[in-house]
């Protein structure tokens, strides 16, 4: 076991570089770069005419170019710019944001808390909400109550978040204005108690939380019910009802251990989403987490801040599946890493 880990650990570090030279390799060809911003800002303060604009760029001599290049450390080849950049990662340098011009790092771990908040929470509730379901659902396999669910899951399961999103936006700004429909906290939280403070959180959460919620648990639930049918039809179960032993404790005990195993193949990678966020979610309701912050920097070209969080959520992304074979082995007594 401690081998496997060791050998899954040391094959982080190529994975990374690879996704990080990539994405590096990318930055430096797309177009509408950081010099490119620069011109463009320098263009519209002057309010300058489509003529103009040319010899806006034009003013600019090879030496201010070129300063401007160094600025921005594009002046290096790109082998060299990137090596240099992972020379800095190594020391938690992830560079300067040019959008914000604060340590990227620094960034990051203040966006974290908020991302944290919706991830952990969220993974809660889908988790308390969906093995019980999904258990009850197998249960009550081709009843009403079970149909009637189906429905409900899948319509949930259907819409994606994002749309969910503004459809409450839409429908609580109209009939019900008293819940915020935007923000991680309101304009006055500083001066709130403590108890304050948490209602606050709390009040400003419940429309983020729901779209987080319907589509993870939708999926969960289903995959929990369709586990444990499958579990309750196998010889190991009938052998156990043969031989007299407690229903409660066959469903319980026997089937369900087995059953929980796909959910288990897929908690490394909910908790890869408790840290990153999600940036459709985050985008609609203005949240300030690391979902909206990878949103914004791809969009304004902060190039520091998209490998900083590519960096960050690519490597919670690999631990996760890590994470999530430990998971099945302590689930699955079958799995062994020799």
Same mark, same amino acid.
């Given at each position: 076991?401690? =081998?496997?880990?060791?050998?899954?650990?040391?094959?982080?570090?190529?994975? $990374?570089?690879?996704?990080?030279?990539?994405?590096?390799?990318?930055?430096?060809?797309?177009?509408?770069? %950081?010099?490119?911003?620069? $011109?463009?800002?320098?263009?519209?303060?002057?309010?300058?005419?489509?003529? =103009?604009?040319?010899?806006? =760029?034009?003013?600019?001599?090879?030496? !201010?170019?070129?300063?401007?290049?160094?600025?921005?450390?594009?002046?290096?080849?790109?082998?060299?710019?990137?090596? @240099?950049?992972?020379?800095?990662?190594?020391?938690? &340098?992830?560079?300067?944001?040019?959008?914000?011009?604060?340590?990227?790092?620094?960034?990051?771990?203040?966006?974290?808390?908020?991302?944290?908040?919706?991830?952990?929470?969220?993974?809660?509730?889908?988790?308390?909400?969906?093995?019980?379901?999904?258990?009850?659902?197998?249960?009550?396999?081709?009843?009403?109550?079970?149909?009637?669910?189906?429905?409900?899951?899948?319509?949930?399961?259907?819409?994606?978040?994002?749309?969910?999103?503004?459809?409450?936006?839409?429908?609580?700004? @109209?009939?019900? *204005?008293?819940? %915020?429909?935007?923000?991680?906290?309101?304009?006055?939280?500083?001066?709130?108690?403590?108890?304050?403070?948490?209602?606050? +959180?709390?009040?400003?959460?419940?429309? *983020?939380?729901?779209?987080?919620?319907?589509?993870?648990?939708?999926?969960?639930?289903? $995959?929990?019910?369709?586990?444990?049918?499958?579990?309750?039809?196998?010889?190991?179960?009938?052998?156990?009802?043969?031989?007299?032993?407690?229903?409660?404790?066959?469903?319980?005990? /026997?089937?369900?251990?087995?059953?929980?195993?796909?959910?288990?193949?897929?908690?490394? /990678?909910?908790?890869?989403?408790?840290?990153?966020?999600?940036?459709?979610?985050?985008?609609?309701?203005? +949240?300030?987490?690391?979902?909206?912050?990878?949103?914004?920097?791809?969009? !304004?070209?902060?190039? %520091?801040?998209?490998?900083?969080?590519?960096?960050?959520?690519?490597?919670?992304?690999?631990?996760?599946?890590?994470?999530?074979?430990?998971?099945?082995?302590?689930? &699955? %007594?079958?799995?062994?890493?020799?």
């Amino acid at each position: 076991m401690k =081998q496997y880990i060791f050998r899954r650990l040391f094959l982080l570090i190529p994975t $990374l570089i690879g996704i990080t030279f990539l994405t590096f390799f990318i930055t430096r060809f797309v177009p509408g770069g %950081p010099i490119e911003q620069t $011109l463009m800002e320098m263009q519209f303060s002057s309010q300058s005419s489509t003529s =103009q604009q040319s010899t806006a =760029q034009e003013g600019l001599s090879e030496e !201010e170019l070129q300063n401007l290049k160094k600025f921005y450390g594009l002046d290096k080849p790109i082998l060299v710019a990137y090596i @240099q950049w992972l020379g800095k990662v190594v020391q938690f &340098d992830f560079g300067t944001s040019y959008r914000y011009n604060e340590s990227v790092w620094k960034i990051i771990r203040g966006r974290l808390p908020v991302s944290l908040f919706y991830g952990i929470i969220t993974t809660l509730l889908a988790y308390f909400i969906a093995i019980p379901l999904g258990i009850y659902k197998a249960l009550k396999h081709n009843t009403w109550i079970d149909s009637f669910s189906s429905m409900l899951i899948f319509s949930g399961y259907a819409i994606p978040a994002f749309l969910l999103g503004l459809l409450l936006l839409s429908f609580v700004s @109209q009939y019900m *204005p008293s819940i %915020p429909i935007n923000g991680f906290t309101s304009d006055e939280f500083d001066s709130l108690s403590t108890i304050g403070k948490i209602i606050d +959180i709390l009040h400003h959460s419940i429309l *983020p939380l729901i779209c987080y919620t319907v589509g993870s648990f939708a999926a969960m639930t289903l $995959l929990m019910k369709n586990s444990l049918l499958d579990n309750l039809h196998t010889n190991y179960i009938r052998t156990a009802f043969a031989k007299g032993l407690p229903k409660r404790r066959i469903i319980y005990v /026997h089937a369900l251990r087995n059953s929980l195993i796909p959910l288990a193949a897929t908690f490394g /990678h909910n908790i890869s989403l408790v840290f990153t966020g999600s940036y459709l979610i985050e985008t609609v309701f203005n +949240i300030n987490g690391l979902g909206l912050l990878g949103y914004q920097a791809v969009t !304004e070209r902060d190039y %520091p801040v998209v490998l900083g969080s590519l960096l960050f959520s690519s490597f919670l992304f690999l631990f996760g599946n890590l994470l999530s074979d430990l998971c099945l082995a302590t689930v &699955d %007594p079958r799995i062994r890493f020799n």
